[in-house]
């Protein structure tokens, strides 16, 4: 194996270690029975991320209410190209602070920090109630 070959693979390999360490737990979101909502807290350090999975239908309304915006909340699933940042100020939002879901589905809502806040290797605890009208 060459020198060039051997560097290639030596980077490749290190950046699939960072980016498989670079997850927390995660949840799957239940609702108690006969509620539409349901609480959740943790914490995330550096770059790591808690995943919350969820089952929706296309048209159902989602809120998200942080008890503090220190993290940030995005959201992938169907219908969905990119991610959804369900934060305070979003402008996926309507005026209420809710989200119209594109499709029926998987749903996974990341809560994360920062790429600033993650260098420094911070610790963020958080809570938040996660809504989904019927």
Known sequence: MNRTTRAALTLLLSTLSITATAAGKQIN????KGHDHAHYSGSITGYDYDSY???ANQ?????????????????FGPGIDDAID??????????QGRYTLPASGKY??????S????RRHKVKPYRFELQIDR
């Open 86 to 95: 369900l934060g305070k100020y979003s402008p996926a939002l309507d005026s």
């Open 115 to 118: 790429r600033a806040e993650a």
């Open 53 to 55: 999975v969820f089952r």
């Open 59 to 75: 048209g159902q309304r989602l809120r998200l209410t942080l008890d503090k915006e220190t993290v940030d909340a995005m959201l």
């Open 108 to 113: 996974q809502l990341r809560i994360l920090q």
């Open 29 to 32: 979101v239940e609702f108690p």
